[in-house]
C-alpha cells in the first residue's frame, strides 16, 4: 500500500475510532429528564447545567421548563402512566400531600444517609412551637422549618427545598424617611412614622400615604384562588384564625371532628374585615391582581408599601424595571399584639406570620436513574454544592434554598440590599403552611374565591366565610377525612366558639 | 366452490377497504367517549387512581343539583351565548352587507382590518385586553378620563367582568361571523336581484326577501360553528379572569379544566364534558328546527 493511501486510511479509522469512543462515551452517560418551573430562578440552574456536567461527566441534564399552569398536570400524566419520563420533579410546595400520599416520589432518606450526611430525627427545639409534625427532620446545614415544611410527610423525608419564598413588606425608604411626611403624619396619628410592626399601624400607614391617583398606601392583591387565600391569611393567622381545626399539622385519622372547617370562626370574620377594609388604601383593581402586577403598581412607584413574595426583590432592584430601585427596604409583615393568646397553636400574639411559598424537588418513584437523579437533586437544592459553587450561582441571579449559610454570603446582592436576613427571619420563626391536604388546589380556590367576594363586596366576609367553610366540608367528605354521615359541626372538642383553643 | 370463494372475497372487500378508517375511528372518538361516559359513572380521584367505584349518575346529580358553581358557569356559558352570537351576526351581516356594495371604495384595506383580529390567537388577544382593561394603563379608562369619567374596574368588578369578556369576543369574532357572510353574499347570483330592483324593489326588500333567504344555508352553518365555539370559551376567560372575581365569569369549559386538570376529578370532569355535549347537540338541533326549516323546505 502506497504511504498517502495507507494515511488516508489511518486517518479514516482513526475518525472512526473517534466517533465510536464519543458514542460509547454519550451511550454510558445517564440522562436525567428534569421537569422544572419556567420562572427566572430555573433559568440560572438551566444555564449552569454545563457547570453540573462538568462535575458529573457520567451525567447528561434533559432540563424542561414548564409553565406554571401546565406543570402540575404533566406531573400527573407522568406518575399516572408510571413512565418515569422525569427523574427529578419540582413541585409546588402544598403538593407534597398530594405526591407523598399517593406514592407517586421516592423516599430521600437512603440518598441523604448515602451521601454521609447527618439527618436525625430526635431534634429537641421543635419548628415553630405548636406546628411541628413529629418527628422533626433535621439536617445540620438546613434551615429546620423550611426543610420540614416543603418535605417532612409522615415523619419521612420526600423532598428538598430549591427555591422556597416567603411575604415580604417592601417599603419605600425614600417616603418613610421624608422629614415632612414624618411630621405629617405623627401631626395626624399622634405617633411618629415607622415601618409598621402592627396591622393597627400599618393600616394608619397606608391610609396616610394614599393619595389617588398618583400614590397609594398599599399594593396587595385579592386575585382569585391563589392570591386571595395566601394574602388573607397573612393577616387571619395573627388575629389567631386558621382554616382547619387540625390547625397546621395533618388531618387526623383517628378523629374527624378535628378536621372540620374552622374558617368562619369571629376571629376569622374579623380578620376578613380588616383585610376587605385595605382595598380603600390600595389602588383600583387589586380585587383580580395577580402577583406581577402588584409588583408593577410597586415598581411605577404607585404605592408605599407593597407585601409581595421574597424573589420579586430581583425585580424591584432593578433599575431598569423599577423606579424604587435603591430606594426600598424590607422588613417582616405586621402582628396583632392584641391577639388572644391562646389561639392557632405556634401563634405569638403580636408577631406577623406568612404563607410558607415556593418549590421543592422529588424524585420519581418511577425513575430508572435514581443515582444521577439524586446526585443532580443534591446540586440544585445547594445541599452538596460547595460554598463557592452557591456563591456562584447565587451571584448569577440563582436563588436560595433551604441551605442556612447561602444566606450569609456577604458578596451576594440579596444580603446587600438586606432581603437575605429579613428572609432568614421569616423563614425561622414566622412562617405558616396552607392545609397539609392532597386537595390543597381545591382548598386554595374554594377559599380564595370566597374571599375575593367579600373583598369585591358581593358577600359579607361573614357570609363568605360560611359558604368557605360549607365547601370545605363538602371537600373534606369527599377526601375522605371526615365520614359521609358526619355532619358539619363546630369542633368544640378542639376550638372554642370564639375561634380560640380549647 | 372456487367461484363461491370469489365471490365473498369480491363481496368484503368494501368492508376490508372501510376497515382501516373504522378502526382509526373506534380509538380516537368512539372507544373515548365510551370510556368518558364510563368513567362519568364513576367516582375517580387520580391522587388515589386505584379506588373506582361505581357510583351511577351521582355525579350528574350533584353537579347539576348541589354545584352552585357548575350551575353559575352554565348560566354565563348561556349568556355569553345569549349575548355574543346575536350581536356578533348582527354586526357581521352589517358589514357583509355593507361590504358589497358597489359603491363603498377601499373594500380591501376595510378587509384587511376585518381579518386581523381573527387571526390572533385567543390567549394573545387575552393578554392584549387585559392591558386595555387595566384601570391605569388601559386605554379604555383613559379614553373614560378624557370626558371626564371614573375609571372602571372592567376585570376586578363582578358587573363588568362578564361583559369585559363578551367585549374581547365580539371584537374577535364578528369579523369571522362577517368573512363567512360575506363570501356566502359573493357567491350569490346576481339575477334575482337585478329583476327585483327592476320590479322597484327597495334596499330593505331585497334584504328581507332575497339575501337573508338565500343566505340561510350560511347562516345557519356560520351560526352554528360560532355558538359551539363560544360553549367551549377557555382561552379568552383563562387570560383575562380565570374566571372571576368571584363566580362571575366562570364559564363551562374552564371549571371542567379545573376539575378534570387541577383537582383531577375525572368522574366529575367526564360528566361536565357529557354535560357540555348534551348541550352541544340540543343548541344545535334547535338552531336546526328554528332556521333551517325554510333551507330543508327548499332542499326538499
Request: with cysteine; proline share 6%; aromatic share 14%.
Amino acid at each position: 500500500m502506497l504511504p498517502e493511501k495507507r494515511k488516508v486510511v489511518g486517518l479514516v479509522l482513526g475518525v472512526m475510532a473517534g466517533l465510536l469512543l464519543i458514542s460509547g462515551m454519550v451511550l454510558a452517560q445517564t440522562r436525567v429528564g428534569v421537569i422544572l418551573l419556567d420562572a427566572g430562578a430555573m433559568f440560572v440552574l438551566r444555564d449552569m447545567a454545563p457547570e453540573f456536567e462538568k462535575r458529573y461527566p457520567d451525567v447528561k441534564l434533559n432540563i424542561e421548563l414548564t409553565a406554571f399552569a401546565d406543570i402540575h398536570t404533566k406531573e400527573m400524566n407522568d406518575f399516572i402512566a408510571g413512565t418515569g419520563r422525569y427523574d427529578v420533579i419540582q413541585m409546588d410546595n402544598p403538593w407534597l400531600p398530594e405526591f407523598a400520599g399517593a406514592g407517586f416520589i421516592a423516599n430521600l432518606e437512603p440518598w441523604i444517609k448515602k451521601a454521609g450526611l447527618n439527618l436525625r430525627k430526635d431534634y429537641i427545639n421543635k419548628w415553630p412551637p405548636g406546628v411541628e409534625t413529629d418527628p422533626t427532620i433535621y439536617l445540620e446545614s438546613m434551615i429546620v422549618p423550611v426543610l420540614n415544611f416543603y418535605g417532612n410527610w409522615g415523619g419521612e423525608l420526600y423532598a428538598l427545598p430549591n427555591m422556597p419564598g416567603v411575604q415580604l413588606l417592601y417599603y419605600r425608604k425614600d417616603l418613610f424617611e421624608n422629614e415632612t411626611e414624618k411630621a405629617n403624619f405623627a401631626a395626624k396619628y399622634g405617633y411618629p412614622l415607622e415601618v409598621p410592626t402592627t396591622w393597627k399601624q400599618f393600616r394608619d400607614v397606608a391610609e396616610f400615604f394614599t393619595r389617588p391617583p398618583g400614590l397609594y398606601g398599599l399594593t396587595w392583591s385579592a386575585g382569585k384562588g391563589n392570591m386571595a387565600v395566601q394574602n388573607y391569611y397573612n393577616v387571619a393567622w395573627s388575629w389567631g384564625a386558621d382554616c382547619l381545626a387540625f390547625g397546621q399539622g395533618f388531618p387526623n385519622p383517628d378523629d374527624p371532628i378535628q378536621n372540620m372547617p374552622i374558617c368562619n370562626s369571629p376571629m376569622g370574620v374579623a380578620a376578613l374585615e380588616y383585610f376587605c377594609d385595605l382595598a380603600s388604601v390600595m389602588p383600583p383593581g387589586v380585587g383580580a391582581y395577580e402577583w406581577a402586577e402588584i409588583t408593577s403598581d410597586f415598581n411605577d412607584g404607585r404605592a408605599a408599601m407593597m407585601l409581595q413574595w421574597s424573589d420579586f426583590i430581583r425585580d424591584v432592584e432593578d433599575p431598569a424595571k423599577s423606579k424604587v430601585a435603591g430606594k426600598t427596604g424590607y422588613a417582616l409583615l405586621p402582628g396583632k399584639p392584641d391577639a388572644p393568646a391562646n389561639n392557632v397553636p405556634g401563634i405569638i400574639p403580636g408577631e406577623g406570620y406568612a404563607s410558607l411559598g415556593g418549590w421543592a424537588i422529588v424524585m420519581n418513584k418511577d425513575s430508572k436513574n435514581k443515582e444521577a437523579a439524586w446526585k443532580f437533586m443534591g446540586w440544585a437544592s445547594c445541599l452538596l454544592m460547595t460554598t463557592s459553587e452557591m456563591e456562584n450561582y447565587l451571584q448569577v441571579g440563582g436563588t436560595n434554598t433551604g441551605r442556612k449559610d447561602a444566606y450569609f454570603i456577604p458578596t451576594t446582592t440579596g444580603y446587600k440590599v438586606g432581603r437575605y436576613p429579613i428572609e432568614l427571619e421569616m423563614y425561622r420563626e414566622h412562617i405558616r403552611r396552607r392545609p397539609a391536604i392532597a386537595e390543597e388546589t381545591e382548598y386554595e380556590m374554594i377559599v380564595g374565591t370566597e374571599v375575593q367576594k367579600a373583598f369585591i363586596g358581593e358577600k359579607t366576609p361573614k357570609q363568605a366565610l360560611d359558604d368557605a367553610a360549607e365547601q370545605m366540608y363538602q371537600l373534606m367528605v369527599r377526601g375522605g377525612y371526615i365520614p359521609k354521615d358526619q355532619k358539619l359541626v363546630w369542633p368544640a372538642k378542639y376550638v372554642n366558639p370564639d375561634g380560640t383553643l380549647r | 366452490m372456487k367461484k363461491r370463494k370469489v365471490f365473498y372475497i369480491h363481496k368484503l372487500t368494501p368492508y376490508f377497504m372501510i376497515l382501516p378508517a373504522v378502526i382509526v375511528l373506534i380509538l380516537i372518538a368512539i372507544y373515548p367517549m365510551v370510556f368518558s361516559f364510563w368513567v362519568s359513572l364513576h367516582r375517580w380521584y387520580l391522587g388515589r387512581p386505584h379506588l373506582f367505584p361505581f357510583i351511577g349518575l351521582e355525579n350528574y346529580y350533584t353537579l347539576i343539583f348541589k354545584d352552585s358553581v357548575f350551575r353559575r358557569a352554565f348560566l354565563n356559558t348561556l349568556v355569553l351565548v345569549g349575548v355574543c352570537i346575536p350581536v356578533e351576526f348582527a354586526l357581521g351581516t352589517m358589514l357583509a352587507v355593507l361590504l358589497n356594495r358597489d359603491d363603498i371604495k377601499g373594500k380591501k384595506i376595510f378587509r384587511v382590518c376585518l381579518i386581523m383580529p381573527v387571526v390572533i390567537t385567543p390567549v394573545v388577544a387575552g393578554v392584549l385586553w387585559k392591558f386595555q382593561f387595566h384601570p391605569f394603563y388601559g386605554i379604555i379608562n383613559y379614553f373614560i378620563s378624557l370626558v371626564g369619567g371614573k375609571g372602571i374596574q372592567w376585570l376586578a368588578d363582578p358587573r363588568f367582568a362578564l361583559p369585559s369578556i363578551m367585549i374581547v369576543d365580539i371584537w374577535q369574532w364578528t369579523p369571522f361571523m362577517f368573512l363567512v357572510l360575506y363570501a356566502g353574499l359573493l357567491s350569490l347570483s346576481k339575477e334575482p336581484f337585478e329583476a327585483a330592483k327592476i320590479d322597484g324593489a327597495s334596499e330593505w326588500q331585497l334584504l328581507k326577501h332575497l339575501t337573508i333567504p338565500l343566505l340561510i344555508p350560511i347562516i345557519v352553518v356560520v351560526l352554528l360553528i360560532r355558538t359551539m365555539d363560544i360553549i367551549k370559551v377557555f382561552d379568552t376567560v383563562y387570560v383575562l379572569t380565570r374566571g372571576g372575581p368571584g363566580d362571575a365569569t366562570e364559564v363551562l369549559t374552564l371549571y371542567n379544566f379545573r376539575v378534570g386538570l387541577n383537582y383531577f376529578y375525572m368522574g366529575r370532569a367526564a360528566t361536565i364534558s357529557w354535560i357540555i355535549a348534551i348541550f352541544v347537540i340540543l343548541l344545535a338541533q334547535l338552531f336546526f328546527r328554528i332556521l333551517g326549516t325554510e333551507f330543508y323546505k327548499k332542499r326538499t
